[in-house]
């Protein structure tokens, strides 16, 4: 089945480069149909969409990130990964990769499988 | 952004209880709406997509409706493990956003 598998460093120190990378298997990384996603949530808190790419390396992010983000796509290794810059206490939290599947041309999106999430602390 | 707005932000509801979340988008979304259940220290789970389309393996008692900007879930009869939190999503717009979290808990 389709498994997603987060790594990455539990601690990063504020001003550092926090990143993080998702290893997929059981699916093709490169189907046209998926999208590769970052999701974050802090500690006793909501869920925030932080970015996806697809299979064409094309990347959208959440604009309260976009000048410290960068997702991309490593489809030798089955993986994607983040990359956020000038990291905060504000960007400790959970890490989850997710898989978006688009469906009938839009209608449908969906994120269908997730990783079971990394914690990240950002500490000095 | 598209802001999602979930009502209650918590409930407590006894085995068996018929249970409704609500979730308003800031704007017209047509169906274009996700519900997700998480559990304590879980990654969110898949329930419901495009307002009403129940997920493979979700049981039955999980349903979802709406359609434009105000949207339901509901758990027709309230199972321990139900016990979670649950979020609406939106994808008519980029960013994807959720809405805040509504924890159900028993009663």
């Known amino acids: 089945q389709v498994q997603l598998q987060e790594s990455g460093p539990g601690l990063v120190k504020p001003s550092q480069t926090l990143s993080l990378t998702c290893t997929v298997s059981?699916?093709?990384?490169?189907?046209?149909?998926?999208?590769w996603s970052w999701i974050r949530q802090p500690a006793g808190k909501g869920l925030e969409w932080i970015g996806r790419?697809?299979?064409?390396?094309?990347?959208n992010y959440n604009p309260s990130l976009k000048d410290r983000v960068t997702i991309s796509l490593d489809t030798s290794m089955s993986q994607f990964s983040l990359n956020l810059t000038s990291v905060t206490a504000a960007d400790t939290a959970v890490y989850y990769c997710a898989r978006e599947m688009e469906v009938a041309a839009g209608y449908y999106y969906y994120m269908d499988v997730w990783g079971k999430g990394t914690t990240v602390t950002v500490s000095s | 952004d598209i802001q999602m707005t979930q009502s209650p932000s918590s409930l407590s509801a006894s085995v068996g209880d018929r249970v409704t979340i609500t979730c308003q988008a800031s704007?017209?979304?047509?169906?274009?709406l996700n519900w997700f259940q998480q559990k304590p220290g879980k990654a969110p789970k898949l329930l419901i997509y495009?307002?009403?389309n129940l997920e493979t393996g979700v049981p039955s008692r999980f349903s979802g409706s709406g359609s434009g900007t105000d949207f339901t879930f509901t758990i027709s009869s309230l199972q321990p493990e139900d016990i979670a939190t649950y979020y609406c999503?939106?994808?008519?717009?980029?960013?994807?956003?959720f809405g805040q979290g509504t924890k159900v808990e028993i009663k």
């Open positions: 790419i697809d299979t064409s390396g094309s990347a």
């Open positions: 999503q939106q994808y008519a717009n980029l960013p994807r956003t």
């Open positions: 704007q017209d979304i047509s169906n274009y």
């Open positions: 495009t307002a009403s």
């Open positions: 059981g699916v093709s990384i490169t189907s046209g149909i998926f999208f």
